[in-house]
């Protein structure tokens, strides 16, 4: 028996009967992280990392039924031992360690391999089955060492302090916002915050990561010289609204491992694009599967026949699965239909 299945419900367990980052309501969900696509309202009873506690609280509602686990914390439930270990993607982002009658299987969820200081970094799990995203599943997605992007970050905003303008930084509200205020020279200027992101920095701030001081930017009067000193965070979403045209003169920039691609930077029409991604690139994904050790793997969202038919070169036994993941959203998780 397959420890994991693909129901129209989700990803299934069924020794366990539990699901996994179910896209529809379901009785059990162990929930890798707290993004949109993976975490949504709904279900009866949630199991988590303990450090995604706050953020999952935040986005799907303080009375959520949620039980949480430490990281290498175990349980067992139907005779399956269920333990959760860091995925390196965000606050609480956590891989699904499976173990029933000696088989051992892996979900990872979403990941990235690079530290960052705002999670705990992504620990490679041995198994014999791993289920591995491929969102950056191409050759051409090669990161850069974040230093070098946030020092970008800086260098443009310092630019456009020179010439009076505003500093507009597209990024998503859970993870990514945080990720760059961790990284960036907090000393150049205030930093202002969409109202999406405010409560999320404090469940950051709450669980001892460091991030500079911010400002709800709505609190700012449109004019007020303080703006073309700023760097202002904002999600995608806000782009072209009423709310974007408050800060006058501005540079605005996106941060997304997508700005990797010519076309869409095109198609998002900034000034500006940073290729920061919190998900693995094609190394990082090469890397953590061959760390697992598994001889089959299980390929999700993303670039998935090209991932699969590399690995099946490398001689694995590897194949798709289809699931309803896809990019984070820049809004709490609503409860599915």
């Not at 990024?171 to 000393?187: E, M, N, P, T, V």
């Not at 469940?203 to 500079?212: S, T």
């Not at 000034?271 to 793997?297: K, Y």
């Not at 999700?300 to 690995?311: A, C, E, K």
Request: net charge negative.
């Amino acid at each position: 028996m397959d420890l994991v299945i693909a129901r129209p419900e989700g990803l299934y367990c069924p020794p366990g009967d539990f699901y996994i980052d179910p896209w529809r309501p379901v009785e059990r969900a162990v929930i890798t992280h707290g993004h949109g696509d993976h975490a949504r309202g709904g279900s009866a009873h949630y199991l988590a990392a303990a450090p995604g506690e706050g953020i999952l609280r935040t986005r799907l509602g303080r009375d959520i039924n949620l039980q949480t686990l430490a990281y290498g914390e175990s349980i067992e439930h139907h005779g399956v031992t269920v333990s959760l270990h860091p995925a390196g993607h965000v606050l609480g982002s956590a891989q699904v360690r499976l173990e029933y009658r000696g088989e051992v299987w892996v979900a990872s969820g979403d990941y990235k391999v690079e530290p960052d200081g705002t999670c705990e970094p992504f620990e490679p799990v041995r198994c014999h089955t791993f289920i591995t995203e491929s969102t950056f599943g191409l050759p051409i997605y090669r990161w850069q060492p974040q230093a070098q992007i946030f020092a970008g970050i800086n260098e443009w905003w310092r630019q456009n302090q020179q010439a009076g303008r505003a500093s507009v930084l597209f990024c998503y509200a859970f993870g990514k916002a945080q990720r760059i205020l961790h990284g960036i020279d907090g000393s150049i200027g205030p930093i202002l915050g969409h109202g999406s992101m405010e409560p999320l920095h404090q469940v950051y701030r709450d669980a001892g990561v460091y991030l500079p001081e911010t400002r709800y930017a709505g609190d700012v009067p449109k004019g007020d010289p303080l703006l073309r000193q700023a760097l202002i965070l904002a999600p995608p979403s806000a782009g072209g609204s009423t709310w974007i045209r408050r800060f006058g003169d501005y540079s605005d920039a996106f941060a997304s491992g997508w700005m990797l691609l010519r076309g869409t930077r095109r198609r998002r029409g900034v000034d500006r694009g940073f290729v920061l991604s919190d998900h693995a690139d094609w190394p990082g994904l090469l890397w953590a599967i061959e760390q697992t050790g598994a001889e089959r793997v299980m390929v999700t969202h993303g670039s998935v026949n090209i991932l699969v038919r590399h690995l099946r070169e490398l001689g694995l036994d590897a194949q798709a699965f289809e699931t309803e993941y896809g990019e984070e959203d820049d809004a709490p998780a609503e409860p599915a239909a």
